[in-house]
């Protein structure tokens, strides 16, 4: 009985973390370049969409 409510208050702990803990997440879209949407993509960059 105690290992499971040990588990239990471990899986609530985790979760809690992972809800509450602002995380992000940042990436560089340096290879579209030649490709067929990178005007489309820039656009959206340069506009804040993506």
């Known amino acids: 009985m ?3 409510v040990i588990k239990k208050v471990i899986s ?5 973390i992972m809800t509450f803990v ?5 990436a560089v879209s340096n290879d ?3 490709h067929w949407a ?5 656009y959206w960059q340069d506009n804040g969409l993506i």
């Open 12 to 16: 609530m702990a985790l979760a809690s």
């Open 22 to 26: 602002p995380t992000q997440v940042f």
């Open 38 to 42: 990178e005007s489309a993509i820039t």
């Open 2 to 4: 105690k290992k499971k």
């Open 32 to 34: 579209i370049k030649g």
